[in-house]
């Protein structure tokens, strides 16, 4: 079964760091490039970060510089390192994969099911 699951997300107080993981089952990574997605409550889907099956990586304005995107393919995992996190990064947060790198939500084949992320003191 295809599937991919998302992990790590939780309560962080201003400032604080998480480390999302998004790991495949059923089909291996290496060939596919990974997105990872947010919504808040009341907002629209932002695309926050992908990474390429080669390594090229993307991030959305708002988290330059604080969040960082890799990649395991022994472990069929890639990961969304959080730092310096702020209240407005508040969010559910979901990874998608797909043949193409892309910020577009539609343009993945695979999905998950989202990681709450709480950032409040």
């Known amino acids: 079964q295809v599937q991919l699951v998302e992990s790590g997300g939780g309560l962080v107080q201003p400032g604080g760091s998480l480390r999302l993981s998004c790991t495949a089952s059923?089909?291996?990574?290496?060939?596919?490039?990974v997105g990872w997605f947010r919504q808040a409550p009341g907002k629209g889907r932002e695309g926050v970060s992908y990474?390429?099956?080669?390594?090229?990586?993307y991030y959305a304005d708002s988290v330059q510089g604080r969040f960082t995107i890799s990649r395991d393919n022994a472990k069929n995992t890639v990961y969304l390192q959080m730092n310096s996190l702020k209240p407005q990064d508040t969010a559910v947060y979901y990874c998608?994969?797909?043949?193409?790198?892309?910020?577009?939500?539609?343009?993945?084949?695979?999905w998950g099911q989202g990681t709450q992320v709480t950032v409040s003191s």
């Open positions: 990474i390429s099956s080669d390594g090229a990586t």
């Open positions: 059923g089909f291996t990574l290496d060939y596919y490039a």
């Open positions: 998608a994969a797909g043949l193409r790198a892309s910020n577009v939500w539609d343009e993945y084949n695979y």
